[in-house]
């Protein structure tokens, strides 16, 4: 596994659990809003894997879960490996992903390797623009979403609330497309290191009352907080 950060507790992104995160390098999408834009592209050398599963041993008494976010994971040609060495310490794993690999996404539910899974839809599943996927995911987050909904294995859904991709009709797709039982968060964009900051400099802050807009429309096909 490429690694490219550790966060060795929280309590906040593993719902029930105390857990650390482990931040894998590299991604395939290029969202301008991105708050680690230092994981985007590999960099440097990646913290030694065997050092982050040491830790991980020794902090087992005090940590239940271990949450895999990015950068992308899936884009990790041993993410399976590692999940499996993450449970065989006694962990419960979480993946945070951007829905583009919806084969892998399915074997590694198949197999059991996730207890959780976390699913950032950026825009309209449908049409992703090339701001973010500057390669057309195609019909795969739409896939992703679909699998997950099929499943026994729990989720939540996730948007970053920025313009000019989240609109009232972006919005109605995205929770259309994710309709069902699981909870979907509107996550606000704070300010921040962006991964495109002259890109982000241009875009209108989104407010309040619009954010509680896209609340209330998509709560009409699941659960929707603000986050």
């Known amino acids: 596994m490429r690694l490219g950060g550790l966060v060795k507790s929280t309590a906040l992104d593993f719902p029930g659990l105390m857990s650390a995160a482990v931040f894998t390098q590299g991604c395939n999408f290029t969202c301008p809003y991105c708050h680690n834009p230092h994981l985007v592209r590999l960099?440097?050398?990646?913290?030694?894997?065997?050092?982050?599963?040491?830790f991980l041993r020794r902090r087992r008494p005090l940590l239940d879960g271990v949450i895999?976010?990015?950068?992308?994971?899936?884009?990790?040609?041993?993410?399976?490996?590692?999940?499996k060495k993450l449970q065989g310490l006694g962990y419960a794993v979480k993946l945070d992903t951007?829905?583009?690999?919806?084969?892998?996404?399915?074997?590694?539910?198949?197999?059991r390797l996730i207890n959780y899974l976390a699913?950032?839809?950026?825009?309209?599943?449908?049409?992703?623009?090339?701001?973010?996927a500057p390669h057309d995911p195609g019909e795969a987050i739409v896939e992703t979403i679909n699998i997950l909904k099929r499943t026994a294995l729990p989720h939540e859904f996730?948007?970053?609330?920025?313009?000019?991709?989240?609109?009232?009709?972006?919005?109605?797709?995205?929770?259309?497309?994710?309709a069902g039982p699981a909870q979907l968060f509107i996550q606000?964009?704070?300010?921040?290191d962006y991964l495109n900051?002259?890109?982000?400099?241009?875009?209108p802050p989104l407010t309040r009352p619009e954010l509680e807009e896209f609340c209330a429309l998509a709560s009409h096909y699941l659960p929707t907080r603000i986050r």
């Not at 699913?119 to 973010?132: A, G, M, S």
């Not at 900051?197 to 875009?203: I, K, S, T, Y």
């Open 98 to 111: 951007n829905g583009s690999a919806p084969g892998l996404i399915a074997d590694l539910i198949e197999r």
């Open 158 to 178: 996730r948007t970053t609330a920025v313009s000019p991709f989240v609109t009232a009709g972006s919005m109605a797709a995205i929770s259309q497309a994710a």
């Open 119 to 132: 699913l950032d839809i950026k825009d309209d599943p449908r049409h992703y623009p090339p701001e973010i």
């Open 43 to 54: 960099f440097g050398e990646p913290l030694p894997e065997d050092d982050v599963l040491l």
């Open 188 to 192: 606000v964009c704070r300010p921040g």
């Open 197 to 203: 900051p002259d890109f982000m400099a241009a875009q």
């Open 68 to 83: 895999i976010t990015g950068g992308e994971p899936t884009l990790q040609p041993d993410l399976a490996e590692f999940c």
